[in-house]
């Protein structure tokens, strides 16, 4: 079945460095990527996202990349701050099941 | 205010003893969903709906029932909890079912231990 693979699983930058988040998926159907974010005890929140006929979509200091070929898609933040510090999740949507797929998550921990 | 909302947010319960956790959005989103969030593991669907009357099983749906009567609720049943099923539970709703490309909001989670 489907399966989203995400790296590393802890990430620790200096505050101002940037920080890349991978996830590579299984299913060449997949056409929706987000990205979430779940500071401690709270509930995740959608950060950004993208659909399979784009390349690169940027926020502010946040840019998910994609790779169809590959079957792999990014996420960067750049001038990462202390309240960064956060677990992300990515997912892939599989098309015509209305099934979400997310990958195990990656603890930033951004370092004053 | 638009927003999902689970109850009740922490259950202790024994092994055997049916439960039910309930989930309410207030945006009129059609598309609902339950995950449960497990360390190491992420978050794993466990049932989704379509819309009223719309079910489907997700990746780990053993052990789960679900029913969308009603467009604004999605009640998770656990109707013999065992201790494997310890876990922290979320709702999420989307706007529409047409493809799964709109965002989902999540409730704010329901912790789970079945003793």
């Known amino acids: 079945g489907e399966n989203v693979e995400q790296h590393p699983s802890t990430l620790s930058v200096q505050e101002g460095d940037s920080a890349v988040i991978k996830c590579t998926y299984s299913d060449s159907a997949s056409n929706y990527f987000p990205w979430y974010k779940q500071e401690l005890g709270k509930r995740p929140q959608l950060i950004i996202d993208?659909?399979?006929?784009?390349g690169e979509k940027k926020d502010q200091r946040i840019a998910v990349t994609l790779n169809k070929t590959a079957k792999h898609f990014s996420l960067h933040i750049t001038e990462t701050q202390p309240e960064d510090s956060a677990v992300y999740f990515c997912a892939a949507s599989i098309p015509g099941t209305y099934k979400y797929i997310f990958g195990t998550g990656t603890r930033l921990k951004v370092l004053a | 205010e638009a927003q999902v909302t689970q109850n009740p947010r922490y259950l202790i319960t024994v092994t055997g003893k049916k439960l039910t956790v309930t989930c309410s959005q207030n945006?009129?989103?059609?598309?609902m969903s339950w995950y449960r969030q497990d360390p190491g593991l992420g978050l794993r669907q466990i049932y989704y709906s379509m819309n009223v009357e719309v079910t489907d099983k997700g990746d780990v749906p053993e052990g789960y029932k679900v029913s969308r009567k009603e467009k604004r609720n999605f009640p998770l049943i656990l109707e013999s909890p065992s201790p494997n099923q310890t876990s922290l539970y979320f709702c999420?709703?989307?706007?529409?079912?047409?493809?799964?490309?709109?965002?989902?909001?999540f409730g704010p989670g329901t912790r789970l231990t079945v003793l």
């Open positions: 993208i659909r399979s006929n784009v």
């Open positions: 945006m009129n989103h059609e598309y």
């Open positions: 999420a709703s989307s706007l529409s079912s047409a493809e799964p490309t709109d965002t989902q909001y």
